[in-house]
């Protein structure tokens, strides 16, 4: 293909040209929906004077072209493959413009298309333009008014933004009339209509005005809504709280479709979801899916104020709105469930996955210069790094400021179309700080690290801690600078935490150390013993902390921290010595005693911890973690080692966790953060336990697979099973009885080809190669793709980096294959071949030669950008 064009942020000017009104109106036939849009256009006076109209479209069937009732002539526009030209506008006009568009042949998932008979739209963040042309970028708002036109009968709601104005028939045709009366950019419009079963409620907001709430889903799925929409009314109460933010429309609507590229879209007023980030019943759900339901329908609820009412300027912006409403949600999820596992499963993330992004070849700022393809910088550095980057904003300036900050910039900005820079200086104008050097985050890429030493003079009663940080070199940013990094810590004697007293002040047991330069040395005094430093305490900063522990003083965390994240660390830190020293050929006894003992004591007494931390306890650290730790991995001994470590674990630890699994089996029952939480720690043993090849310990998996009276139970079992060579009868036999089960909802059938696509022994790539043949997959449908091929790349290490490369070339093969339908799905596919660099040979050689493979295909704009960018030899 060409080389497609690179958008930059240094390029960025004004919209030449407003549309103050939106007026569309959908015709919905069979084979074609024809579109008609009327803009009411004005130039922009912030903008230079110009007089020919560029608008965006892409794949659009012209049919009509008029101003101000004039049709235009061939010689007053021209079309080329992404724009229309009309030449010689006046200042202020109305464009009428009517399209051909065909949904039913759309499997990109973009714009406007059908899944399962039903219409439904994805515009973010360029759709839009696949539905008509119009000025499709941010910071073009407009007030929307939408009309549906379908054959009477053919669907049973017809819905987009805002409120319903009229719904009526005429000669056999219904006729929908929606109005939103908030100016929203074209990314945020959303419509459906397909047959749909609706569950209501309503919710009175702070102001006293009453919403209301809808579910639209299949009437199969009508029983799954429940608790998606308590967790919306639990969203909007915390919105109103917490952050001071009411709704604002009557209504509120959310639909679930089963074919969509992302979780879910926050729509003005019509959010669409993804069935796997909605649907929930305790049968078929498992507690990690309930608590994905909770965050995401709070996330898209979120960006009603933190997206849609203050939105973006530009996609470069685009953390502006997602890093702060992941940070709103985590928060909410924090709130509802235990901070410390919710704080553990985010810096977790962070580590094993967005860590990876930033030292690979995609590395790129929370606020990015430049792009290709848009899509492609959907990535966890812009949400989950972005959302870090807030937090440690509201970190520094402590809750009251931070509260100040977010009601300036909601009220200042609202209705606008802003930067990540207009955000930062709320924040700075509140507060009276100065974070000038704080917004080096948004323009620096890669994971800072920190590299801390310390030293004890006991006649002084002094401890120094010596700190400095290094960003490592990401591409296109070679040199880069100190940041300012808030460094939460705690010290530890043998009477527990010190009170911490610097240059004569004393701030308690814990506190924020500001490090701003290369090199700090902070010196606190009246230590009477060398302390245990507790060091980036609740995560406190997205940074590599390297630290030389004695075992003794990771013991002594382990143990007695007060701060969930700094265990969790501790074990993580004890089991990847051990891991090390088993990679490196050198295993010694201490280490891995210590981590023995550590684990042992905290089982002993289990019933007195939080059950849902002590699970996140016992969890070893990935095998992409660990690879991640190596200038150039070997991918087989790091799951030798990981592997052999889970057998010593299970075999040293067997008695406690068996005395555990009893102590909870039966009693756990329920939604309950505590149910759940005993759950989690009962299945994390029963998963340690089977890898001890016993057969009393295979009943015990089978019992609890066949009596498990919720999903939780029942497929933590059966992983259980399907994951242990030596229980492979009892596998098979529970796979065929899942199946049986199960096979009429698709959610719990993705988990069943998910269970295989990860099983970690024996030929997986033929099971894979044979579940796309299965008459439960479907290579249109975006989750089937993710429960098969990416979890087979993404989540089965040692299977997938096989000595033979035949992974490699088989994700290559799909990623071309399903690039013809969908570039999307087909480009966040590659991103494990897109690592080669970071393995030996021949691995590294062979996954690179997978992807010199694909690029001799034909390839979408999406797919070319990240392969170009891997390609590139460091
Ligand atoms: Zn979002």
Same mark, same amino acid.
């Given at each position: 293909?060409?080389?497609?064009?690179?958008?930059?942020?240094?390029?960025?000017?004004?919209?030449?040209?407003?549309?103050?009104?939106?007026?569309?109106?959908?015709?919905?036939?069979?084979?074609?929906?024809?579109?008609?849009?009327?803009?009411?256009?004005?130039?922009?006076?912030?903008?230079?004077?110009?007089?020919?109209?560029?608008?965006?479209?892409?794949?659009?069937?012209?049919?009509?072209?008029?101003?101000?009732?004039?049709?235009?002539?061939?010689?007053?526009?021209?079309?080329?493959?992404?724009?229309?030209?009309?030449?010689?506008?006046?200042?202020?006009?109305?464009?009428?413009?009517?399209?051909?568009?065909?949904?039913?042949?759309?499997?990109?998932?973009?714009?406007?298309?059908?899944?399962?008979?039903?219409?439904?739209?994805?515009?973010?963040?360029?759709?839009?333009?696949?539905?008509?042309?119009?000025?499709?970028?941010?910071?073009?708002?407009?007030?929307?008014?939408?009309?549906?036109?379908?054959?009477?009968?053919?669907?049973?709601?017809?819905?987009?933004?805002?409120?319903?104005?009229?719904?009526?028939?005429?000669?056999?045709?219904?006729?929908?009339?929606?109005?939103?009366?908030?100016?929203?950019?074209?990314?945020?419009?959303?419509?459906?209509?397909?047959?749909?079963?609706?569950?209501?409620?309503?919710?009175?907001?702070?102001?006293?005005?009453?919403?209301?709430?809808?579910?639209?889903?299949?009437?199969?799925?009508?029983?799954?809504?429940?608790?998606?929409?308590?967790?919306?009314?639990?969203?909007?109460?915390?919105?109103?709280?917490?952050?001071?933010?009411?709704?604002?429309?009557?209504?509120?609507?959310?639909?679930?479709?089963?074919?969509?590229?992302?979780?879910?879209?926050?729509?003005?007023?019509?959010?669409?979801?993804?069935?796997?980030?909605?649907?929930?019943?305790?049968?078929?759900?498992?507690?990690?899916?309930?608590?994905?339901?909770?965050?995401?329908?709070?996330?898209?609820?979120?960006?009603?104020?933190?997206?849609?009412?203050?939105?973006?300027?530009?996609?470069?912006?685009?953390?502006?709105?997602?890093?702060?409403?992941?940070?709103?949600?985590?928060?909410?999820?924090?709130?509802?469930?235990?901070?410390?596992?919710?704080?553990?499963?985010?810096?977790?993330?962070?580590?094993?996955?967005?860590?990876?992004?930033?030292?690979?070849?995609?590395?790129?700022?929370?606020?990015?210069?430049?792009?290709?393809?848009?899509?492609?910088?959907?990535?966890?550095?812009?949400?989950?790094?972005?959302?870090?980057?807030?937090?440690?904003?509201?970190?520094?300036?402590?809750?009251?400021?931070?509260?100040?900050?977010?009601?300036?910039?909601?009220?200042?900005?609202?209705?606008?179309?802003?930067?990540?820079?207009?955000?930062?200086?709320?924040?700075?104008?509140?507060?009276?700080?100065?974070?000038?050097?704080?917004?080096?985050?948004?323009?620096?890429?890669?994971?800072?690290?920190?590299?801390?030493?310390?030293?004890?003079?006991?006649?002084?009663?002094?401890?120094?801690?010596?700190?400095?940080?290094?960003?490592?070199?990401?591409?296109?940013?070679?040199?880069?600078?100190?940041?300012?990094?808030?460094?939460?810590?705690?010290?530890?004697?043998?009477?527990?935490?010190?009170?911490?007293?610097?240059?004569?002040?004393?701030?308690?047991?814990?506190?924020?150390?500001?490090?701003?330069?290369?090199?700090?040395?902070?010196?606190?005094?009246?230590?009477?013993?060398?302390?245990?430093?507790?060091?980036?305490?609740?995560?406190?900063?997205?940074?590599?902390?390297?630290?030389?522990?004695?075992?003794?003083?990771?013991?002594?965390?382990?143990?007695?921290?007060?701060?969930?994240?700094?265990?969790?660390?501790?074990?993580?830190?004890?089991?990847?010595?051990?891991?090390?020293?088993?990679?490196?050929?050198?295993?010694? #006894? /201490?280490?891995?005693? !210590?981590?023995? %003992?550590? &684990?042992?004591?905290?089982?002993?007494?289990? *019933? +007195?911890?939080? @059950?849902?931390?002590?699970?996140?306890?016992?969890?070893?650290?990935?095998?992409?973690?660990?690879?991640?730790?190596?200038?150039?991995?070997?991918?087989?001994?790091?799951?030798?080692?990981?592997?052999?470590?889970?057998?010593?674990?299970?075999?040293?630890? #067997? /008695?406690?966790?068996? !005395?555990?699994? %009893?102590? &909870?089996?039966?009693?756990?029952?329920?939604? *309950? +953060?505590?149910? @759940?939480?005993?759950?989690?720690?009962?299945?994390?043993?029963?998963?340690?336990?089977?890898?001890?090849?016993?057969?009393?310990?295979?009943?015990?998996?089978?019992?609890?697979?066949?009596?498990?009276?919720?999903?939780?139970?029942?497929?933590?079992?059966?992983?259980?099973?399907?994951? !242990?060579?030596?229980?492979?009868?009892?596998?098979?036999?529970?796979?065929?009885?899942?199946?049986?089960?199960?096979?009429?909802?698709?959610?719990?059938?993705?988990?069943?080809?998910?269970?295989?696509?990860?099983?970690?022994?024996?030929?997986?790539?033929?099971?894979?190669?044979?579940?796309?043949?299965?008459?439960?997959?479907?290579?249109?449908?975006?989750?089937?793709?993710?429960?098969?091929?990416?979890?087979?790349?993404?989540?089965?290490?040692?299977?997938?980096?096989?000595?033979?490369?035949?992974?490699?070339?088989?994700?290559?093969?799909?990623?071309?294959?399903?690039?013809?339908?969908?570039?999307?799905?087909?480009?966040?596919?590659?991103?494990?071949?897109?690592?080669?660099?970071?393995?030996?040979?021949?691995?590294?050689?062979?996954?690179?030669?997978?992807?010199?493979?694909?690029?001799?295909?034909?390839?979408?704009?999406?797919?070319?950008?990240?392969?170009?960018?891997?390609?590139?030899?460091?």
């Amino acid at each position: 293909m060409s080389t497609p064009s690179i958008t930059r942020l240094a390029d960025y000017r004004a919209p030449e040209f407003l549309i103050e009104k939106t007026y569309l109106s959908f015709d919905l036939n069979e084979a074609y929906t024809d579109v008609s849009s009327k803009l009411s256009i004005v130039s922009n006076p912030q903008s230079g004077k110009t007089s020919d109209l560029f608008l965006h479209g892409e794949q659009l069937e012209l049919l009509s072209l008029a101003i101000n009732d004039q049709p235009l002539s061939s010689a007053d526009y021209q079309i080329s493959r992404e724009v229309l030209t009309i030449y010689n506008v006046p200042e202020q006009f109305v464009l009428h413009c009517k399209t051909r568009i065909y949904p039913d042949k759309n499997t990109a998932l973009e714009g406007l298309y059908r899944s399962s008979g039903m219409y439904c739209t994805q515009c973010e963040a360029e759709g839009f333009r696949k539905i008509t042309y119009y000025l499709d970028r941010p910071d073009v708002m407009s007030e929307f008014e939408t009309v549906i036109i379908a054959d009477d009968n053919a669907f049973s709601v017809m819905l987009s933004n805002g409120n319903c104005l009229s719904d009526s028939v005429v000669d056999g045709k219904r006729i929908v009339h929606w109005h939103d009366p908030f100016k929203k950019p074209s990314y945020l419009f959303a419509l459906v209509a397909g047959n749909l079963d609706c569950l209501e409620d309503s919710f009175i907001t702070q102001s006293g005005r009453n919403v209301l709430l809808q579910i639209y889903t299949e009437a199969k799925d009508s029983d799954k809504c429940d608790f998606a929409m308590q967790s919306l009314k639990k969203a909007m109460r915390w919105d109103e709280e917490v952050y001071g933010r009411e709704y604002d429309l009557d209504r509120f609507m959310i639909v679930a479709v089963d074919d969509f590229n992302m979780g879910a879209m926050e729509n003005k007023g019509l959010n669409i979801f993804n069935t796997s980030c909605v649907l929930a019943h305790p049968k078929s759900t498992t507690d990690a899916a309930f608590q994905r339901v909770e965050s995401v329908v709070a996330h898209e609820y979120f960006h009603n104020w933190s997206g849609n009412r203050v939105t973006c300027r530009d996609w470069f912006q685009l953390s502006l709105k997602e890093g702060l409403t992941v940070y709103r949600d985590e928060e909410f999820s924090a709130d509802m469930n235990s901070r410390a596992v919710k704080r553990i499963d985010g810096a977790s993330f962070m580590r094993n996955v967005q860590f990876v992004e930033d030292a690979g070849p995609m590395a790129h700022p929370v606020r990015p210069d430049s792009y290709l393809e848009i899509s492609n910088f959907y990535t966890m550095t812009i949400y989950e790094k972005g959302a870090e980057v807030v937090r440690m904003l509201a970190n520094i300036l402590g809750p009251e400021n931070y509260r100040k900050g977010t009601d300036l910039y909601f009220e200042r900005f609202d209705g606008q179309a802003v930067t990540c820079d207009d955000f930062v200086a709320c924040m700075e104008e509140t507060s009276g700080k100065d974070l000038h050097q704080f917004r080096l985050w948004y323009s620096q890429a890669g994971t800072p690290q920190l590299h801390i030493s310390d030293s004890y003079d006991a006649e002084r009663q002094q401890y120094h801690l010596h700190v400095r940080q290094h960003t490592p070199e990401t591409p296109g940013q070679p040199l880069k600078q100190a940041l300012h990094i808030p460094l939460k810590i705690t010290l530890y004697g043998e009477q527990g935490a010190q009170d911490l007293i610097i240059e004569g002040k004393n701030y308690g047991e814990e506190t924020v150390l500001d490090i701003c330069r290369e090199q700090q040395t902070i010196v606190f005094d009246n230590i009477t013993e060398k302390p245990s430093p507790s060091l980036l305490r609740e995560f406190s900063a997205p940074v590599k902390v390297d630290y030389d522990y004695q075992l003794q003083q990771l013991q002594q965390l382990i143990l007695l921290d007060s701060d969930g994240f700094c265990r969790w660390d501790a074990v993580q830190n004890l089991m990847g010595r051990v891991l090390h020293e088993a990679i490196e050929g050198d295993s010694k #006894e /201490p280490t891995q005693d !210590a981590l023995i %003992q550590s &684990l042992k004591r905290l089982l002993q007494n289990f *019933s +007195a911890m939080d @059950m849902g931390l002590l699970a996140c306890l016992l969890d070893l650290p990935s095998e992409h973690y660990v690879a991640s730790r190596y200038e150039k991995a070997d991918p087989a001994a790091i799951s030798q080692a990981r592997t052999h470590l889970q057998h010593q674990l299970a075999l040293a630890l #067997e /008695p406690e966790l068996l !005395a555990c699994y %009893q102590a &909870l089996a039966g009693e756990v029952a329920g939604l *309950s +953060a505590e149910a @759940m939480a005993a759950r989690s720690l009962r299945n994390r043993a029963l998963g340690y336990l089977m890898c001890i090849d016993k057969a009393i310990y295979r009943g015990l998996a089978e019992q609890q697979f066949f009596h498990a009276e919720n999903m939780t139970d029942q497929f933590a079992a059966l992983k259980a099973m399907v994951h !242990a060579e030596h229980a492979h009868i009892e596998a098979q036999h529970a796979l065929q009885a899942f199946y049986q089960q199960w096979q009429n909802d698709a959610l719990v059938v993705n988990m069943w080809l998910q269970v295989q696509a990860t099983k970690p022994w024996g030929d997986v790539l033929r099971d894979v190669r044979a579940l796309l043949e299965h008459p439960a997959f479907d290579k249109r449908n975006p989750n089937k793709l993710r429960a098969v091929i990416a979890a087979f790349a993404n989540q089965n290490f040692s299977q997938f980096h096989q000595l033979s490369g035949e992974a490699y070339q088989f994700l290559a093969e799909q990623i071309a294959d399903i690039d013809q339908r969908n570039p999307q799905i087909a480009a966040r596919l590659l991103t494990p071949l897109t690592h080669w660099h970071q393995f030996i040979a021949p691995y590294g050689q062979l996954m690179k030669a997978a992807l010199d493979s694909l690029s001799q295909h034909e390839l979408s704009k999406d797919v070319y950008e990240v392969l170009s960018k891997s390609l590139v030899e460091s």
